[in-house]
Each structure stands twice: as C-alpha cells, then as structure tokens.
C-alpha cells in the first residue's frame, strides 16, 4: 500500500512526524507523492557509486570527493556527464515495515536529467532500507544539456509504501479496473475493448504512435546555451531540441510516417503512446523503465503517474504517455504500434483527498501526443 495525499500531510504535520523537511510543503504534496527539494551545497565526485551496507553516503561521498560547491539562487553550472551529489533537505523516520520509494519528476525526466536517490547503507537506488532513519541524497547528471541549477528545486518525487512491495495489480484485477472505470483509450477517446488491450505480467502494455506528422523531439548535441532550471525566463524550444518530423528530414532519425523510425545510441528522443490512458482514484501507476524482451534500450526515467491522471473526475478520456527513450549499443528501428513501454497499477492506502488535476496541485496533463517539460518555454 502507497500513501495517498492525506495520509503524507499527516506523515509531516502528525503528532510523529516521519517525513521531516526544512522547506515549506505549499504544493509539494501529490496524490500519492511528495516532492523532495534540493538543498544548497552539491559535491562533485569522480563516479556514481552506492553506499556500502552501514556505510553513510556522506562518507561514501568523501570516497569519491573531487570538490564542493555551494549553489546559486540566480543557479550553478552543471556540466554534462558530470556526477553532482546535492543534499536534500529532507530527513525520514519511517516506522518498521515501510519504506521510501524515489521516481524523477516529470519535467525532469523530459529534459534528459538523470537523478536517483541515495540513502545511508542502501545498496540500491531511489529506495531506502525498511523502517529507514536519515537523509536523503540525489545524484544528479545531465545527459545532454548544461544546466544551471539552484537551492529549493524539486527534481525528485517520493513514495512511502510498504517495505516489502507495493501491492500492484494482478492481470485479472487489472482487466476488472479497466471494466470499472476505463483506463485504456484510443486517440478519438474512446474505450477500447479487453481484446484490443494486452495485459501481461500485472501490466498494460503501451505501443509507439508513429502516426503524425511530428511524432516526437529529438536533444539537440552540444547546445550553445545553458538551459536554466531557475528564474522566471523558460528556454526556448529550438535552443534545445528538434522535431522528428517527416517535413524535416532529419539526419540523423529517419522517420517514416505510419510505419516506421530508427533511434540511434547516444540520443534523447521524447516520443508518445498510440494510447490515452487513465489512472482511477484509488491506484497510482508506474511506468517500467526497463524491459529486455522490448530491445537493449530505456523507455522511461520519470516513471510516476499520481492517482487520477487522465481520469479528472471521471470526465477525461485519458492522456497519452510520453516516452522518455534511449537505446544502447546498436540503432533499433521501430515500428508504428510496437510495444514500447508498460505500466503497472497499484493500491493507494486510501482514495487521496485531492487527486490529479486539482488546482491546488499545479498537475494537469491531459495531452495527446509528446509534450517538452515546464522548464521549456510554450509548453506548459
């Protein structure tokens, strides 16, 4: 079980704290998660590493310490392929039996920032040990951008779940959701029927739309601009990415309309899923990042979906999800409809009392089709 939006307030402000933070929460409790926020010093090490089992990741960072910085409020330069370890401002106390769970957020993971979370003696990323007491930590390393980044940003969002797992849903309970409420769409918005919908291994499987004129966007290499994570200013589009657009022609994607695309190693590509779907107020979703079966690739990074995205207040037929996509080694060639990614469904401890789409919550993607994160300019 996950903890849904009032059950993380009461994790705050509760007579037992076990969420502890040294920032204002205003709009950083979600549905089913809270946005953990930077801190203002990031040491800059040799490699990523994980902490040794008793090991602190402060001492872990001393292992690997090239030096330290404090961070700007107009923003510090992050270079690409360099690993930063900032700090976060907040500190778990979690009772036994649970444990804290880490996802990117989504406008992080569109603009090709890679961030996992580390805690004392985890062997493992964006999870801490059952029952943990301690900081938390984000590494921090940008793919394909230089990045000016400041104090108070929120680049990660966690979950507190049940240590041993979170309770997904099994293929058979998936199908009686989707009976219930409706949580797979076509593009016109319509509900698709069970035999047009795969359900394997407690997940919906998610196919690439090639069907557009522009199916996706495509990092640019080697920018001459600095994309700002902070200020009133948002970038501009072109400084920073380019469209995979049959018109266009581009070098290096080749792109058939309808049928096919090539993606290539050491790219970014933000693509989208043929369908609309929709998550009901009593689960949260996950995108999985990683499937073999699917190609030697990653098809997501920021893999959280809060309870009611796509959903509203039943009345949305669903949003398409967007694709974060790397592929490693070789050139893959897809093709339009081809699986691409999936997602899992699981219990929330309660209906959260505000769910996505809630003003007071600053969510509220319904789109159709790949869409550039916040921090690009026009797109939000």
């Known amino acids: 079980m996950i903890l849904a939006y009032q059950d993380l307030y009461d994790a705050i402000f509760g007579v ?17 998660s809270f946005d953990c926020v930077l801190g203002d010093r ?96 984000l590494e921090v390393v940008s793919l394909s951008f230089v990045l000016a980044v400041a104090p108070n940003l929120s680049l990660n969002q966690i979950r507190i779940s049940t240590a041993e797992s979170p309770e997904i849903l099994k293929n058979e309970e998936i199908v009686l959701a989707h009976s219930k409420y409706g949580i797979v769409f076509s593009q016109e918005g319509k509900i698709l029927p069970p035999d047009k919908i795969t359900i394997e291994n407690q997940s919906v499987f998610l196919s690439l739309d090639l069907s557009k004129d522009t199916v996706g966007y495509r990092a640019k290499k080697c920018p001459n601009k600095v994309m700002y994570l902070c200020g009133g200013e948002k970038n501009l589009k072109e400084d920073f990415f380019e469209p995979i657009s049959q018109k266009k022609g581009e070098s290096l994607t080749l792109f058939r309309k309808g049928e096919s695309l090539t993606l290539f190693p050491e790219n970014f590509y933000l693509l989208a899923s043929c369908e609309r779907v929709r998550v009901p107020p009593e689960f949260c979703g996950t995108l999985i990042p990683y499937s073999v079966s699917q190609g030697e690739m990653r098809a997501h990074y920021a893999g959280y979906f809060d309870n009611g995205f ?39 401890l309660h209906i959260p009392a505000l769910i996505y789409g809630h003003e007071k919550l600053g969510s509220h993607y319904t789109s159709t089709g790949p869409k550039l994160g916040k921090y690009i300019k026009g797109e939000w």
Request: net charge neutral; proline share 7%; charged share 25%.
């Open 16 to 32: 037992q704290p076990i969420i502890k933070t040294k920032s204002g929460v205003e709009g950083r409790i979600q549905p089913s």
């Open 42 to 137: 990031a040491y800059r090490v040799t490699s990523s590493f994980l902490p040794k089992e008793n090991e602190t990741v402060m001492a872990a960072i001393e292992r690997n310490y090239l030096f330290d910085f404090k961070l700007k409020e107009t923003g510090s330069i992050f270079e690409p392929y360099c690993p930063y370890i900032i700090p976060l401002l907040e500190e778990l106390d979690l009772p036994s039996g649970w444990a804290c769970y880490s996802s990117p957020k989504s406008s992080i993971g569109r603009i090709d920032l890679f961030v996992r979370m580390l805690s004392d003696g985890c062997g493992q990323y964006d999870r801490t040990v059952e029952g943990y007491k301690g900081r938390l930590f």
């Open 310 to 348: 796509g959903y509203g207040q039943g009345e949305w037929p669903g949003a398409t999800a967007v694709f974060e996509v790397r592929v490693h080694s070789v050139p893959f060639r897809f093709t339009h409809g081809q699986f691409l990614g999936r997602m899992t469904y699981e219990r929330s």
